[in-house]
């Protein structure tokens, strides 16, 4: 998403309070669109990161870890020569503008101190960041600029720098209130006025005036003031907003935002580079678990489409060794009327002793012997009731397998955890779907990150494996016979134990166990789940199935609705993130 100029503004002002004074140290330039500067300022090291990203550009100290190319690009080079050592002297916001500048002293080659700003400018496609010498030209910028970009503007090395074109909107720092108010009566669609009139105003701040205001456009002019006076004052109240179901953040702001009333979840922050980090590290890591699952899931459903073909095929040949009796019934009648039959028959109308002597017509391959026949029809039937029996056999093991897949597929969709996907990865090694590239090595079987840990309302324990691998060494190596088992009805979910350490347990632990579960399955967005429980003792895992798959007895069941706030209020330590 697109950070508007006031959010933009309020980034600027805690960077100023934070890092002016502050040396510059290091400079990194990650790719094309992304710089990274650690900055040495009051007795702190900080990491600035600048990105002009087309839809996520931005300004903002951040805690993300990132990877350098080996060799460094020409412009982070220039950029080393003009401000490594530089003592960073200003950083301001253009009003109305989503453009932050950052003023620099360092000493040249001849040791006077000479003054530089980098410009940054997030403005969608026409992004850009810019290194100025101290009269104002370009040194170097990431996106060149010529004529035949833009005719009202060009951005080339040796250029004087000229800011993009002014709005001709209005600047609502200079516009009275009376003003306001006339520009909003004029037009029925306040939003659209807004947007049309105002500089600096985004859709975001556009809707969320209107919803404040009622859409009335008194309440409305009423309401964008309170806005501008906040600004001006600097008051903020970071937000970022998360869809409830997949935690992936939607909008961040730096007031809050009534809009959507509780359709998101909201957190808020202390400052605006907090919740700026928090919201694009979350982005990103909810991108690349996203990748790693349909990666992963692309791998898996190839083989649950060659098991399925695999499984039809079989399905198939029982269905016609259904016949095979007509064969063998064939050979028997021809065997037992051999004396009568003649050569170059085409068929034989026989008493069938099987069906109250009733007359059947067999038919006959008139060039070999009836005797020959009758072989033939054995053949075709104990053949028939051979590939019967295999079939048999694989269907039963293709359906487990089928099974299996399905289940292995549902995790992945359900896994929010990285280091959780890599073991199902691994998992995938170790049965043979995926095969392992040149020197790769899955870890051993048992080496696997720990389970989700939670501690009931009551002070029980509660724990819950991230994958199949996690859930077998839970069910069938870390946790006690004595202790209880817990797993989502007829769904794809973790195995939940529910520790009891030799106590008797409460009703309040087994339904909070049941709900971390159900919240960790796939049932986790359904308004009931029925969950089954057991002594850990009445779970096994059948001779030669795959990683995670258990069978259970004498157990109970309970019916729980999947609660994230209750998970998240139990939640003791996770791998999560």
């Excluded at 500048?101 to 403005?123: D, G, H, P, Q, R």
């Amino acid at each position: 998403m697109a950070l508007d100029c006031y959010t933009l503004k309020m980034l600027a002002d805690e960077l100023a309070d934070k890092l002016i004074g502050g040396r510059i140290d290091k400079i990194y330039q990650m790719s094309r669109v992304q710089l990274l500067m650690t900055v040495r300022s009051l007795g702190e090291n900080h990491r600035l990161y600048i990105s002009c990203d087309a839809s996520k550009g931005r300004v903002n100290l951040t805690t993300m870890k990132f990877e350098n190319p080996d060799v460094p690009p020409v412009f982070c080079m220039l950029m080393r020569k003009h401000l490594s050592g530089g003592k960073i002297t200003g950083i301001t916001a253009v009003p109305n503008e989503r453009i932050i500048k950052i003023e620099a002293e360092n000493t040249n080659e001849l040791f006077e101190t000479v003054s530089k700003t980098l410009i940054v400018e997030i403005m969608g496609k026409h992004s850009n960041i810019i290194l100025l010498n101290s009269d104002g030209r370009i040194i170097d910028c990431v996106l060149h600029v010529d004529f035949t970009i833009s005719e009202k503007r060009q951005v080339l090395p040796g250029l004087y720098y000229e800011e993009p074109p002014k709005s001709e909107k209005k600047d609502p720092f200079h516009t009275d209130y009376s003003e306001l108010l006339a520009v909003l009566k004029s037009n029925e669609n306040i939003e659209k006025t807004l947007m049309d009139n105002f500089s600096g105003m985004s859709p975001m701040l556009a809707r969320e005036i209107v919803f404040r205001g009622n859409n009335d456009y008194i309440e409305c002019a009423m309401e964008y003031e309170k806005i501008l006076k906040g600004i001006k004052s600097g008051e903020k109240k970071p937000v970022m907003l998360c869809e409830r179901s997949t935690e992936k953040p939607k909008e961040l702001y730096f007031t809050d935002i009534l809009q959507y009333g509780d359709f998101y979840e909201k957190k808020y922050f202390s400052t605006m580079n907090e919740c700026a980090d928090a919201f694009f590290k979350t982005e990103e890591q909810t991108r690349k678990i996203k990748e790693k699952q349909n990666e992963l899931q692309s791998v898996v459903n190839k083989h649950i489409k060659k098991v399925s073909k695999k499984l039809d095929i079989h399905l198939k040949n029982v269905q016609k060794a259904k016949t095979k009796d007509k064969y063998r019934v064939y050979a028997e009648l021809i065997t037992a009327n051999l004396y009568k039959l003649t050569k170059n028959a085409k068929s034989a109308q026989l008493e069938n002793y099987y069906d109250d002597n009733k007359i059947m017509t067999v038919p006959m391959d008139e060039t070999i012997s009836p005797a020959k026949n009758a072989k033939k029809y054995f053949e075709k039937y104990n053949k028939e009731k051979n590939m019967e029996k295999i079939s048999l056999e694989m269907i039963k093991n293709l359906e487990n397998e089928l099974s299996y897949l399905n289940e292995v597929n549902d995790m992945i969709s359900i896994c929010k955890d990285l280091k959780a996907l890599s073991e199902i990865k691994d998992e995938l090694l170790y049965e043979g779907y995926i095969e392992p590239k040149k020197n790769e090595k899955p870890k051993k079987k048992n080496e696997v990150s720990a389970p989700n840990e939670f501690v009931s309302s009551d002070g029980f324990t509660i724990l819950s494996g991230k994958n199949n691998r996690q859930n077998e060494i839970l069910s069938l190596k870390t946790a006690q016979k004595t202790d209880i088992w817990f797993h989502v009805r007829n769904a794809a979910g973790s195995h939940t134990i529910l520790c009891l350490e030799g106590k008797e347990p409460t009703d309040t632990a087994i339904y909070e166990a049941a709900v971390i579960a159900a919240y960790y399955s796939k049932k986790s967005a359904d308004s009931k789940a029925d969950v089954d429980y057991t002594l850990l003792k009445y779970v096994k895992k059948p001779n030669g199935a795959k990683t995670g798959m258990v069978i259970y007895d004498n157990f109970k069941g309970i019916t729980v609705e999947p609660s994230k706030e209750l998970v998240e209020s139990l939640k003791k330590r996770t791998g999560e993130g």
